[in-house]
């Protein structure tokens, strides 16, 4: 028990951590007594307040919306190179993003949640059709099978989704940075977009972490210990297609989070999905949100889409934990 | 009580399970038998609801499988299937605790006093309560098994399904697992039904066998109304022979293989026997199977070397196997390969004849001293002595088991009529003698040449056994009554 509060009080210390450095570091230092005491400097508090802060959380709603997605679709498929990334989920979404942006769709009654709905739809049916197809190849559904299949729906949608930039002609530049996964100049209306659909999304998969916890002994021995296998496998498809839609649709593409923050937190706190969901979710936004911090400090003043920091991190990782599944050992 | 109702599935057209109906009581072990593809594996999904049956019903307790929620099934019923790698590594409690998955409930439900106590429990009837924070895949693949069976256990349900719970183990482990599901069984009534590769260990364990082949049952009933040879032979399509366990009342198998042993010539003649002052000795360069009644390797098996042995008349018998084995192995033979026998008689004068007929010729040996004749029909208390009168008889040949005890009784009435006929008497009765007080008696075969399914005094065989005992022991009475005159 004390490891398990010791691994909540650590990650949101790291969480809490990042946000302070998220909101304080940047082109204009701003000292961290802006935060309680916004009178003190109100220019600094208001870079702090309506730049800042907006773009720091939506980082981490991203981020651990991304996260938790990830490590829901690891357990889900046994699979540790799972992420939405990988299976071609973000490219799903940003399909329908796109779309609703090319179209200028609008769904009456949904106004400003149109986009994140229609992403978390392409999410949903490109998840469905990664694993449809996976397993008419494979029935036992290997690693690599899954990650294969991922590759070539991620491939054949942004071909689409490069089609759709091809035939628009003004907003290319901003449809091509939103597609590399970016949280810059979204302000608040893009956090009240998200927020939403990424507490409902987390609610629900941690509802099902301990049909989790049984599924990675395989289907069957889940059925076996009680769980309703196909309600909780589509409660957990539909979970992660939420917080995948609602991630791409504010931030575009970022890959690899939802892959290496799962990993780490499964190895230095165990695979229990009671705590690795939450876990990971809070590491999740710490992570995001000092990549992001890095995104934009590093070449400063220009800013580095953060899909490359998180590649840049992710990719290595992605290849050291294919290395160790295929090669065995840790 | 677990039913199963003209039962019929299989995957997409084709129908590996037949109509199969039969039930388990309360309590008791059922186990499922049958070759690779018979159907054992889709019988078990069948039963355990994860492949929905074409046709037929499971029934618990008289209700149907279907209407069962899935947690409330997985409370009734615990399924051990067969070990699988995973991707992530869990802790031994971490699996041992999701048998508790079907006991909680609502979102937030917590971990009751109840279920850690079923998990503890689990833990310590598997043994594997040190292992607690250990990642199950850094066991090996029979403590895993034991992990796997402690999951099952903490579901405590009534109803066990195992799919060869003792695959990958240790013949210890298959037998520590099994005793710890068994007793299990019976504290808890528990209603077990198990896959069983191992005929023998089934037979062993479980109260009833159900042999399966194609997809129908060949037999169910009680081991022995189920392990029997023919249906064995014809389901697995190998010769097998029955035999009974040497402890419990259950049926055994051993395998017949069907490479046969060398095919070369090999016969016991008269002319390799050794007989010296210490000992006469016999030795065969392939195996003979033998029945005795011998010091060392005694009862039936297969043995190179026969040793018939002189020993002092005040000899110390009390510790004699162990004596004897050290007297085997100081010679350069195996004791497990060797058969031994003593005497107070002089082995010199063992007599060892080779007698002929159509199918073929047998060898005998006796050495006979009647100091202590007995008349068996007076049942007077007496000392124990080192055998007096030891008889071999050594045929090349196949015998029967039957065929082995009727050559040893036909061997033994031979030697009673060749005591009267030398008018043994009995020293403390003063009656006729019908043996002495340790006789021994060894018939062995080549096991190679003619089958001689029977050894009564009427057949060929038995007619050279009996002839010929008479003959030898009549003539090993003289020279023992001639050396004692001198």
């Given amino acids: ?330 | 009580m677990l039913q199963i109702e003209n039962i019929s599935g299989g995957y997409g057209d084709k129908k590996i399970v037949d109509s199969l109906s039969f039930q388990v009581e309360k309590g008791c072990m059922l186990g499922i038998l049958g070759p690779n593809g018979s159907g054992k594996s889709t019988l078990m999904k069948l039963i355990s609801g994860v492949l929905p049956p074409t046709d037929g019903e499971v029934r618990i307790d008289g209700r149907a499988l279907a209407d069962f929620p899935a947690k409330e099934l997985a409370r009734k019923m615990a399924v051990l299937p067969q070990l699988h790698a995973h991707a992530f590594s869990h802790t031994v409690r971490e699996t041992i605790s999701l048998g508790r998955y079907p006991h909680q409930s609502g979102w937030f439900s917590s971990w009751s006093e109840e279920d850690e106590a079923a998990v503890q429990e689990a833990m310590q009837l598997l043994n594997v309560s040190q292992y607690e924070t250990t990642l199950i895949e850094q066991m090996s693949g029979g403590e895993q098994q034991r992990v796997f069976v402690a999951q099952a256990l903490a579901q405590n349900a009534s109803i066990l399904l195992l799919d060869e719970p003792t695959n990958h183990l240790d013949i210890n482990h298959q037998k520590e697992l099994l005793d710890t599901i068994k007793k299990q069984a019976i504290e808890k009534e528990l209603t077990v039904v198990s896959i069983f590769h191992d005929i023998n260990l089934a037979a062993m364990y479980c109260d009833e066998l159900l042999l399966l082949d194609e997809g129908r049952i060949v037999r169910i009933g009680e081991p022995h109304e189920v392990v029997r040879t023919h249906d064995v032979e014809s389901v697995y399509k190998t010769r097998v022979s029955n035999h009974p366990h040497p402890e419990l009342p259950k049926p055994q198998i051993t395998l017949l293989p069907g490479v046969r042993r060398h095919a070369a010539e090999q016969t016991v003649r008269a002319c390799d026997f050794l007989v010296t002052p210490e000992f006469v000795v016999y030795q065969s360069e392939w195996p003979l199977k033998t029945v005795s009644s011998a010091v060392v390797n005694a009862g039936s098996g297969w043995f190179r070397n026969f040793i018939n042995r002189r020993v002092d008349a005040t000899y110390n018998i009390d510790n004699s196997y162990e004596e004897m084995v050290g007297y085997i192995e100081d010679s350069g033979l195996k004791a497990t390969d060797t058969v031994a026998m003593m005497t107070a008689v002089r082995t010199e004068h063992a007599i060892v004849r080779e007698y002929e007929a159509d199918f073929g010729t047998i060898v005998v040996s006796v050495t006979a001293g009647v100091g202590n004749g007995v008349d068996v029909s007076q049942a007077v208390s007496r000392e124990l002595r080192v055998g007096t009168i030891n008889t071999w008889i050594m045929v090349n040949g196949i015998l029967s088991d039957e065929a082995f005890i009727q050559a040893m009784i036909t061997a033994t009435e031979a030697k009673t009529k060749a005591l009267q006929h030398e008018e043994v008497i009995d020293p403390l009765t003063g009656t006729m003698a019908t043996g002495t007080s340790t006789d021994s008696c060894l018939v062995a075969a080549t096991q190679l040449g003619e089958a001689l399914p029977y050894a009564g005094p009427i057949t060929e065989v038995g007619k050279l056994i009996g002839a010929g005992v008479f003959e030898c022991t009549v003539e090993a009475i003289h020279l023992y009554r001639e050396a004692k005159k001198t």
């Fill in chain 1, 1 to 330: 028990m004390n490891k398990t509060v010791l691994a909540y009080l650590v990650s949101l210390f790291l969480l809490s951590g990042s946000v302070v450095l998220g909101v304080t570091v940047g082109t204009v230092p701003i000292s961290p007594a802006v935060i309680w005491n916004p009178s003190s400097d109100a220019m600094a508090a208001n870079i702090l307040w309506n730049i800042r802060m907006p773009r720091v959380v939506l980082a981490g709603l991203v981020g651990a919306a991304l996260a938790i997605a990830g490590a829901a679709f690891q357990g889900l498929l046994k699979n540790p190179l799972a992420d939405p990334y990988t299976l071609g989920v973000s490219s799903g979404a940003a399909v329908g993003a796109v779309m609703t942006l090319f179209f200028g769709i609008s769904i009456p009654f949904l106004g400003m949640f149109t986009l994140p709905v229609i992403s978390m739809i392409g999410a949903l049916i490109t998840m469905l059709a990664v694993m449809g197809f996976a397993r008419l190849v494979d029935r036992s559904m290997k690693m690599e099978t899954v990650i294969l299949t991922g590759i070539i729906f991620s491939s054949f949608l942004g071909s689409i989704i490069s089609l759709m930039i091809a035939l628009t002609g003004e907003e290319l530049r901003q449809i091509i940075g939103w597609l590399l996964g970016s949280v810059s100049m979204r302000g608040w209306p893009y956090v009240q977009m998200a927020l939403p659909f990424i507490l409902i999304g987390s609610f629900v998969l941690w509802l099902y972490r301990r049909e989790l916890n049984a599924m990675l002994f395989g289907e069957e021995r889940a059925q076996h210990l009680g769980v309703e296998v196909k309600k909780s496998k589509m409660a957990i498809l539909i979970g992660g297609s939420v917080l995948t839609g609602a991630a791409v649709a504010v931030s575009g593409t970022i890959g690899f989070v939802g892959l290496v923050v799962p990993h780490m937190t499964r190895l230095v706190w165990g695979s229990d999905h009671r705590h690795l969901l939450p876990l990971s979710f809070i590491n999740g936004a710490a992570l995001l949100i000092v990549c992001d911090l890095v995104a934009r400090m590093i070449i400063s003043p220009t800013e580095l889409p953060i899909g490359v920091i998180t590649a840049f991190i992710g990719a290595p990782i992605f290849a050291l934990i294919f290395f160790r599944q295929r090669r065995g050992g840790l």
